[in-house]
């Protein structure tokens, strides 16, 4: 009987390890079946690949050159599996001549194409949207645009424009966008929450345009302003953005710009309407140039907290809080409310901070600075000609506390300010708290590199892009 149960033990552990087996060796027979990967040569290949494309889908474009291509990745994916567009090898399939790009539906996926030597003939080079059919839990990523520029004086262009919801645009590489236009908007016809992320991007060489709506990143229209957004910014990297004054220009609330660093680049962070926003842990280096800038507020219920911001020139303060207009309407100046201003690190500005910044009695700008706090911040001049803490108009019911100023002219006499010598040290072109010292939270994280950002497959292409400079901070 023992020998009988003994037997009988040893068949069935024999056939659970043997089904384990066949279950192991068959796992990627089975994960390849789930996830079905097409690889597509030509444009009709490709559409007909998307009009039956499904949950899982993987369709991947040959390496090459693909001119005047309109591709329009469609379909309905889930979270574990989107229905993905790719490169064969990132960075080597090429989209040129009039060509875009299109996304529709759900959970959609495009990495590693390279757009260059060409311009969308619509005006919108990449599209979260299909006519009238957004897409939503979407993404881009791994992407290229450098140099993809509409002819001149032929109209403006947007690389890349949201819609929809939760979509994301990330680890990709815009550069030399010379045509007018924003490099990216988050389009807000309606008050909805959009929910959007735009982060580790890398964004470079945007000459002067002159003209309004040249941003970086664009956050809404002032006609949906008073509504929350829910965009978050973070982790990107800016370098020699100079389209226009607005780097970031929100136009919207409840969105979050922290964590970015910006080089040379000659504009600010602008929250231009809306309320309640969050700008937190970015670094912006001016380097000593004209027309740089760092933060400037308007609306209500802001929180500007533990930024780095050194060598900023000209009329752009390291942080300006704007005077209001008095009645003004929804595109104008609101004033500005229950702000708080904490934890920053001001150094070597022309303009610090300016509180009243725009006002204007003359086209009735007069409305102060109102309930709002300034706390914990180290300010520390150029020389003792520059004002440390500018102050056009008196605010009204202002809190100060624990800030440190250094180095300047300081005509603000308020408990909560104390002219003292944070004793910082310059390591590489930034300065440092001591490791003792109560400020040194102020500063969270390092700056950006370029290896940090961006594709990882052009890491070793600056000299074909044409990069030959050299970030201001290394680290």
Request: net charge positive; with cysteine.
């Amino acid at each position: 009987m023992d020998r009988q149960i003994d037997s009988l033990l040893r068949f069935r552990l024999m056939r659970c390890i043997c089904t384990l087996l066949f279950f192991i060796l068959n796992w990627h027979t089975i994960t390849a079946q789930s996830s079905n990967i097409k690889l597509v040569k030509t444009a009709q290949e490709l559409n007909e690949a998307f009009t039956n494309a499904v949950s899982g889908d993987v369709i991947t474009m040959q390496d090459g050159k693909w001119n005047d291509i309109d591709i329009i990745v469609k379909g309905q994916g889930t979270k574990e599996k989107p229905i993905t567009l790719k490169a064969q090898t990132p960075g080597k399939v090429i989209i040129s001549g009039k060509s875009s790009l299109r996304l529709s539906g759900k959970y959609l996926v495009v990495d590693g194409l390279y757009f260059k030597d060409g311009y969308s003939a619509s005006g919108h080079l990449i599209q979260f949207r299909n006519g009238k059919e957004p897409a939503y839990y979407s993404r881009i990523t791994n992407i290229v645009v450098a140099k993809f520029n509409r002819p001149k004086d032929d109209g403006s262009e947007t690389w890349v424009s949201l819609h929809g919801t939760h979509n994301r645009v990330d680890h990709s590489f815009f550069y030399e966008k010379i045509s007018a236009g924003r490099i990216i908007t988050v389009w807000r016809p309606t008050d909805s929450a959009n929910y959007h992320q735009i982060d580790h991007n890398y964004f470079k060489d945007i000459p002067v345009l002159g003209k309004n709506g040249a941003e970086v990143v664009g956050v809404g229209a002032s006609t949906t302003s008073m509504s929350d957004s829910y965009t978050i910014i973070e982790y990107n990297l800016l370098e020699n953005c100079n389209g226009e004054g607005e780097l970031f220009g929100l136009k919207s609330g409840r969105n979050i710009i922290r964590h970015n660093t910006i080089v040379r680049s000659k504009g600010s962070i602008s929250l231009r309407h809306g309320n309640n926003n969050l700008v937190e842990g970015n670094f912006i280096f001016g380097d000593k140039i004209v027309h740089t800038g760092g933060i400037r507020v308007m609306g209500e219920g802001h929180t500007i907290k533990n930024n780095y911001i050194q060598g900023v020139r000209g009329s752009r303060p390291a942080i300006g809080l704007i005077e209001g207009i008095e009645n003004s309407p929804l595109h104008g100046y609101l004033q500005l409310k229950n702000i708080s201003v904490e934890g920053n690190t001001l150094i070597d500005n022309e303009l610090s901070l300016v509180i009243g910044d725009l006002y204007t009695p003359a086209r009735k700008q007069i409305m102060p600075v109102l309930n709002s706090s300034i706390k914990n911040n180290v300010i520390v001049g150029i020389n003792e000609m520059y004002p440390l803490i500018k102050v056009l108009d008196q605010p009204v019911n202002m809190t100060y506390q624990g800030n440190i100023v250094h180095n300047g002219l300081l005509s603000v006499k308020q408990a909560g300010i104390t002219k003292e010598d944070p004793k910082l040290k310059a390591i590489n072109g930034m300065y440092y708290y001591a490791r003792g010292s109560t400020f040194k939270g102020n500063i969270i994280g390092n700056p950006l590199k370029r290896t940090d950002v961006g594709p990882s497959w052009i890491n070793g292409m600056w000299g074909e892009l044409g990069i030959k400079d050299t970030p201001y901070v290394s680290n």
